[in-house]
């Protein structure tokens, strides 16, 4: 059972990525996935989430607008398409999966993470 996050990478202030969770050993079709973050010196947070059934999605405030979650069950893929990127949003970004008809940030109620990957927003 694995999640690995890619896409990550160094980009300015206003630019865009797409990061990207691929699930190995286990089919996410029946779990709610979260997009968490941790900045240097700061505690984890999650960021965006999207339920396993209707496709329903939460934002954290600071990132609603601007992040997109997003899943394709039939890949047993996730993903986050970030635009115009802040300083504010270099941190570690890791995916999870968790319980499903969940829809929420608090990391209690996921249960499979991946390595996380680094996105840094710098010009």
């Known amino acids: 059972v694995q999640l690995q996050a890619s896409g990550g990478g160094l980009v300015p202030p206003g630019g865009s990525l797409r990061l990207s969770c691929a699930a190995s050993g286990f089919t996410l079709d029946d779990h709610s996935m979260a997009w968490f973050r941790q900045a240097p010196g700061k505690e984890r947070e999650g960021i965006a989430c999207?339920?396993?059934?209707?496709?329903?999605?939460f934002y954290k405030e600071s990132v609603r607008g601007r992040f997109t979650i997003s899943r394709d069950n039939a890949k047993n893929m996730a993903y986050l398409e970030m635009d115009n990127l802040k300083i504010e949003d270099t941190a570690i970004y890791y995916c999870a999966a968790g319980l499903p008809l969940v829809l929420s940030l608090k990391e209690t109620f996921y249960t499979n993470w991946g390595r996380g990957t680094q996105v840094t927003v710098s010009s």
């Open positions: 999207i339920s396993s059934s209707d496709g329903s999605t």
